[in-house]
């Protein structure tokens, strides 16, 4: 069974940094890899996507912020996220698409695999 598992959030001050993983176990193969963020009574809306060619794609919200990448030898996705926001406090998961959609997918219904998610909280 496919395994996708968050690590690394948790409290800090804006202005801040925090590195997001995610640990990837028994996915044979992917198109895209993703960040997702979701804050309570909102919908989980798309950060962050990295092709398995290694194509990245970013919201507006995370350019110039964000970066996605990938250790494909660790089998993990990474979120660096730096110039932290109060905004930017949700529950962040990551996710894995096995079927082509589009060249930058950024919706939820675009992925098959999703991580239980790591809470990011920032402060001001």
């Known amino acids: 069974q496919v395994q996708l598992v968050e690590s690394g959030g948790g409290p800090v001050q804006a202005g801040g940094s925090l590195r997001l993983s995610c640990a990837v176990a028994r996915l044979p193969s992917y198109v895209f890899m993703g960040w997702f963020r979701q804050t309570p009574g909102r919908e989980r809306e798309g950060v962050a996507t990295?092709?398995?060619?290694?194509?990245?794609c970013y919201a507006e919200s995370a350019k110039g912020r964000f970066t996605i990448s990938k250790d494909n030898a660790k089998n993990t996705l990474y979120l660096q996220m730096n110039s932290l926001k109060p905004e930017d406090t949700a529950m962040y998961y990551c996710a894995a698409q096995t079927r082509y959609t589009t060249w930058c997918p950024l919706r939820q219904s675009e992925y098959n695999y999703w991580g239980q998610g790591t809470q990011v909280t920032v402060s001001s």
């Open positions: 990295i092709a398995s060619g290694g194509t990245t």
